[in-house]
């Protein structure tokens, strides 16, 4: 089997992706910590992965701290001899505009989600690097974390700062042969459930249909298991050459993000003063706006969403 003798933690894995996630690791004969804040869910992820004869154990605690981080790294070690793979996946959201959002809304997004990975990473690396493995980190981002959405600065925030941690990392990590990517899933969630543009994908998947083939092939958006196959396989020794990549899956659409770079640059004499920014550096600018937000293509009619 593909993972066969290797160990996984999932963070935020009692549901969702997350859940998903692991349960794809496992049945590629990974062992896996399963981690959530809701002991309920995590024992009942556990459950249905032991139901599959995969092996799992939970650990209920909220990421962010270096404590939780710990425990993870040695609920692993304990319940399965060590740790090879782990999954950052644990997140929350507190959507509003900005002149709505309090200090706390944003505090406590950026602690799950830009701490959480960060911690956790910490903690698998140096495990990673006493014990001579060649570990493998994939860190979940999103799509707002590439192009920002209305109402998310917080959740824009962690997201791009965990793409820009993941380059850092990969040349961190390169000496000790751990690979380390971003993955960029592009799937029906609790939070897509409730956006009307996504109905009748949502209402297919959930009477066991195929969604149309405009959301999984034109939007190259689709379910969390079209997401799992990409966690497994960069978790897996076949992608020993792929690190510090951004990596999108949705649907039957994969993607390779391409690193920030410049889309334009000229050069002005003595550099450039205000005169000549109002004059060629305004052209040159304005000839190469970039966009902002994702801009999603209008639903064909049999697609928009029922009125009433």
């Given at each position: 089997?593909?993972?066969?003798?290797?160990?996984?933690?999932?963070?935020?894995?009692?549901?969702?992706?997350?859940?998903?996630?692991?349960?794809?690791?496992?049945?590629?004969g990974?062992?896996?910590?399963?981690?959530?804040?809701d002991?309920?869910?995590?024992?009942?992820?556990?459950?249905?992965?032991?139901?599959?004869?995969?092996r799992?154990?939970?650990?209920?605690?909220?990421?962010?701290?270096?404590?939780?981080?710990?425990?993870?790294?040695?609920?692993?070690?304990?319940?399965?001899?060590?740790?090879?793979?782990?999954?950052?996946?644990?997140?929350?959201?507190?959507?509003?505009?900005?002149?709505?959002?309090?200090?706390?809304?944003?505090?406590?997004?950026?602690?799950?989600?830009?701490?959480?990975?960060?911690?956790?990473?910490?903690?698998?690396?140096?495990?990673f690097?006493?014990?001579?493995?060649?570990?493998?980190?994939?860190?979940?981002?999103?799509?707002?974390?590439?192009?920002?959405?209305?109402g998310?600065?917080?959740?824009?925030?962690?997201k791009?700062?965990?793409?820009?941690?993941?380059?850092?990392?990969?040349?961190?990590?390169?000496?000790?042969?751990?690979?380390v990517?971003?993955?960029?899933?592009?799937?029906?969630?609790?939070?897509?459930?409730?956006?009307?543009?996504?109905?009748?994908?949502?209402?297919?998947?959930?009477?066991?249909?195929?969604?149309?083939?405009?959301?999984?092939?034109?939007?190259?958006?689709?379910?969390a298991?079209?997401?799992a196959?990409?966690?497994?396989?960069?978790?897996?020794?076949?992608?020993?050459?792929?690190?510090?990549?951004?990596?999108?899956?949705?649907?039957?659409?994969?993607?390779v993000?391409?690193?920030?770079?410049?889309?334009?640059e000229?050069?002005?004499?003595?550099?450039?003063?205000?005169?000549?920014?109002?004059?060629?550096?305004?052209?040159?600018?304005?000839?190469?706006?970039?966009?902002v937000?994702?801009?999603?293509?209008?639903?064909?009619?049999?697609?928009?969403?029922?009125?009433?």
């Open positions: 089997m593909l993972l066969e003798g290797k160990t996984a933690i999932v963070t935020g894995s009692g549901a969702g992706l997350g859940l998903a996630y692991a349960q794809e690791l496992a049945r590629h990974a062992a896996v910590v399963v981690n959530d804040v002991a309920e869910a995590a024992e009942s992820a556990v459950a249905s992965i032991r139901s599959e004869g995969g799992a154990a939970a650990c209920v605690a909220p990421v962010g701290s270096t404590e939780a981080a710990e425990q993870l790294v040695s609920t692993a070690v304990e319940e399965f001899g060590g740790l090879d793979i782990l999954v950052t996946n644990a997140g929350i959201l507190r959507d509003r505009s900005l002149l709505k959002m309090t200090d706390e809304d944003f505090d406590a997004v950026i602690g799950v989600h830009l701490r959480g990975t960060f911690t956790a990473v910490r903690a698998a690396f140096a495990h690097k006493s014990h001579q493995v060649p570990g493998r980190i994939i860190c979940i981002g999103s799509p707002t974390g590439q192009r920002g959405t209305f998310q600065t917080n959740y824009a925030a962690a791009a700062g965990i793409v820009g941690m993941v380059r850092t990392w990969a040349l961190e990590m390169r000496r000790s042969e751990v690979c990517n971003a993955v960029i899933p592009v799937a029906a969630t609790a939070m897509t459930k409730t956006v009307p543009y996504f109905q009748k994908a949502v209402e297919a998947d959930d009477r066991g249909e195929p969604m149309p083939d405009f959301f999984r092939k034109t939007l190259g958006f689709g379910t298991d079209d997401v196959g990409l966690v497994a396989f960069l978790a897996s020794d076949d992608a020993a050459e792929i690190t510090g990549q951004v990596i999108g899956a949705g649907g039957d659409r994969l993607q993000w391409n690193h920030p770079q410049a889309a334009a000229a050069l002005h004499a003595g550099g450039w003063d205000v005169e000549a920014l109002q004059g060629e550096g305004r052209r040159l600018i304005e000839e190469h706006l970039q966009t937000g994702e801009k999603l293509p209008e639903l064909p009619a049999e697609l928009r969403p029922e009125q009433g």
